[in-house]
C-alpha cells in the first residue's frame, strides 16, 4: 500500500520535471525567434530618431514609450535582445567548448601541464571575473565581440574544472580499462567514453551559466566596454537611460525588463535541465 | 611445451608524495601453460588486483618482465599492446561499472571487434553468437548496463572479453559480487568455455571452495610476493607455508 503511494509520486514528480522542461524550452525557443526575427517583428526602426517624439511615456502608439532621440523603446529592446541574447549565447558556446576541451586534456594526461593550466585557472577564479573583464575590454577597445572575448578569457576555467574533476573520477572506472583491452587508444577512450558521460553535468554549467553570462556582458555594456551606442543593446540602452531615471523612468526599466524576462527563464531552463539530468530523477536512459 | 604467460621478477612499486614507496607487487615469478588454469589467493590488499593489473599492461611494470604467448609484453606500446589483448582479456569484479553506462551492452561487447576493423553487420552477428554463447538472449544487445542484473552483466562481461577469442582469461575476482547462485551460474558458464573455446584461466579469488573446484594450480599471495605455490589438492590438503594455513584456518 504504502509502497503504492511512493511509486506514485515518484512517477508523478518525475513526469512533472518533465512537462517543466517542455515549457521552459518552448519559451526559451520563443525568446530566441522573437529574438532572431526582431527587425521584422519590431514596429519601428530602431534607429530611427524623431525627436518631435522624445521621451514619450508608454502609449498605445510606443508601447514602451520613446526614448531621448525619439526612437521607439520597445522596437529597440527587440532589436537589442538579439545582440544581447545572441552574444550571450555565443560566449557561453565558446567558454564551454574551451573549457571542457582543456579540463578533459588535463584531467586524462595529468603531469605537468595539467599542474601549469590548473594554476592559470585558479588565478582566473580567484580574481573577480568584471573588473579582469573590464580591464581586458578597455584594452581591446569597445565593440560587443571584444566584450565577449574579454569575459571569455575570465569564465573558461569553471568548465574546466568541471570537465577535470569529472575526467578523474572516470579515468579509473573498470569501464575505462575495459575500452582499454578492447584496444581503444586515448583518443577513441576519451572521445567515446569520457566526454559522452561529463556532458550532464557541462550541461548544466552552461545552462546556469548563460543568466551570470547575459548580466555581465550587459554589465560590460552599461560601463561602456560592450556594445557602443548607437548599436541596441540592453546594457548600454541602460547606460544611456540612467540619468533619466527619475523623470523617464521607462528609457531604463524597458531594457531592464528584457533583461530580468530572459535571464529568469534561462535560469529556471538550467534549473530544470540540472533536475532532468539528476541520476535520482529515474529515467529509462 | 611452451608456456602460454611467464611472468619473472614482476615488481611494481607505487611512488606517493611524503610517503614511503609501496611495493604491491614483489617479486612474482610463475608459468601458466596453455589450458591450464591457475588460480591466486590471498587476502584483500595483498597485491592480487595490482597483479592483474600489471599483467594487462593497465599499469606500467617498475622491474621484471612479463611474456605472452612468447611475446615480451613488458614495454609494449600502443600497436604492439593491442597485438598482446588479443591473447588476454579481462573480466572485471564489478559486473556493472565495467560497462560504459551510456552505451548499450551490444556495443561494449563489439568495441574491440570494430577496433579490429569488423563490418558493422559482421559485428552485430558477432555479438549476438557471443552472447548466446554465455547465455543471453540477442534483445540484451540493446540494453543498458542499468536495465540488467548483476549476473546478466556479468556474462555480457564475459562475451565481451571472448570477442576477440583470447587464448588466455584473467578473471579479477569476477563472481565476488555476485550472489551465490548466480556464482554457481557463472562457474558453470567459464568451466564450459574452458571444455569449448580450450581457454587458460588466471582466476584471481579469495573464495577457497571455488578455486579448490576449478582451478588445476594455486598461487597464494601474500603482502606482494608469492608464499606459496602448488597443485590445489596439494596447497589445500598440504599447506607448507605459516601464511597459507592462516588463510586456511580462517575458512574452515
Known amino acids: ?285 | 611445451m611452451e608456456p602460454i604467460l611467464q611472468v619473472s621478477g614482476l615488481t611494481k612499486t607505487f611512488h606517493a608524495n611524503g610517503k614511503p614507496d609501496f611495493t604491491a607487487v614483489d617479486q612474482v615469478s610463475f608459468l601458466l601453460y596453455p589450458g591450464e588454469t591457475v588460480g591466486i589467493v590471498g587476502e584483500s590488499g595483498c597485491g592480487k588486483s595490482t597483479l592483474a593489473k600489471l599483467l594487462c599492461r593497465l599499469l606500467d611494470v617498475t622491474e621484471g618482465t612479463i611474456r605472452l604467448c612468447g611475446q615480451d609484453i613488458t614495454k609494449a606500446r600502443d600497436r604492439e599492446l593491442f597485438g598482446a589483448y588479443r591473447n588476454i582479456q579481462m573480466v572485471f569484479q564489478d559486473p556493472l561499472t565495467s560497462f560504459d553506462p551510456r552505451r548499450t551492452l551490444g556495443d561494449g561487447i563489439g568495441e574491440s571487434l570494430r577496433n579490429a576493423g569488423v563490418s558493422k553487420t559482421e559485428r552485430e552477428r558477432r555479438v549476438v553468437e557471443l552472447l548466446e554463447q554465455c547465455g543471453l538472449s540477442e534483445t540484451f544487445a540493446g540494453r543498458y548496463p542499468h536495465e540488467v542484473s548483476g549476473g546478466q552483466c556479468q556474462r555480457a562481461a564475459i562475451a565481451r572479453a571472448l570477442a576477440i577469442k583470447p587464448k588466455l582469461l584473467l578473471c579479477d575476482e569476477a563472481t565476488s559480487a555476485l550472489d551465490v547462485t548466480v556464482q554457481q551460474q557463472i562457474m558453470e558458464l567459464l568451466k564450459e568455455l574452458r571444455e569449448k573455446e580450450k581457454l587458460s584461466y588466471l582466476f584471481i579469488c579469495h573464495n577457497l571452495a571455488l578455486v579448490q573446484s576449478f582451478c588445476d594450480r594455486v598461487l597464494v599471495m601474500h603482502e606482494g610476493k608469492i608464499v606459496e605455490e602448488g597443485t590445489t589438492d596439494q596447497v589445500i590438503f598440504y599447506p607448507q607455508s605459516d601464511y597459507t594455513k592462516i588463510l586456511l584456518d580462517s575458512i574452515l
Open chain 1, 1 to 285: 500500500m504504502s509502497e503504492g503511494i511512493t511509486v506514485r509520486r515518484q512517477k508523478r514528480k518525475s513526469s512533472h520535471t518533465k512537462w517543466k522542461l517542455c515549457f521552459f524550452l518552448t519559451l526559451v525557443i520563443l525568446l530566441m525567434v522573437i529574438a532572431l526575427f526582431s527587425e521584422q517583428l519590431a514596429p519601428y526602426d530602431p534607429y530611427e530618431q524623431n525627436l518631435m517624439e522624445a521621451m514619450q511615456p508608454p502609449s498605445t502608439k510606443h508601447i514602451m514609450g520613446t526614448d531621448q532621440h525619439g526612437r521607439d523603446m520597445f522596437s529597440r529592446v527587440l532589436v537589442g535582445g538579439r545582440t544581447s541574447i545572441f552574444a550571450t549565447l555565443a560566449l557561453v558556446a565558446v567558454i564551454a567548448l574551451f573549457g571542457t576541451v582543456v579540463g578533459t586534456l588535463c584531467g586524462y594526461y595529468g603531469g605537468r601541464l595539467d599542474s601549469l593550466v590548473m594554476r592559470i585557472s585558479d588565478v582566473c577564479l580567484a580574481f573577480p571575473g568584471l573588473v579582469f573583464a573590464m580591464a581586458v575590454a578597455a584594452l581591446l577597445g569597445g565593440g560587443i565581440s571584444n566584450a565577449v572575448l574579454a569575459l571569455a578569457v575570465i569564465s573558461w576555467p569553471k568548465y574546466s574544472r568541471v570537465a577535470r574533476s569529472q575526467t578523474l573520477a572516470l579515468k579509473t572506472a573498470p569501464f575505462i580499462s575495459a575500452a582499454r583491452l578492447s584496444g581503444c587508444g586515448s583518443n577513441q577512450i576519451i572521445l567515446r567514453h569520457i566526454l559522452p558521460n561529463i556532458l550532464g553535468p557541462i550541461l548544466v554549467t552552461a545552462m546556469l551559466d548563460i543568466g551570470t553570462m547575459m548580466m555581465e556582458l550587459a554589465g560590460l555594456s552599461f560601463l561602456g566596454l560592450g556594445a557602443k551606442p548607437p548599436v541596441a543593446e540592453w546594457g548600454n540602452m541602460m547606460s544611456s537611460g540612467r540619468s533619466m531615471l527619475q523623470m523617464y523612468p521607462w528609457v531604463v526599466l524597458s531594457p531592464g525588463i528584457g533583461i530580468f524576462i530572459s535571464v529568469a527563464l534561462f535560469n529556471l531552463l538550467g534549473d530544470t535541465v540540472r533536475d532532468y539530468l539528476d541520476p535520482r530523477n529515474s529515467r529509462s536512459r
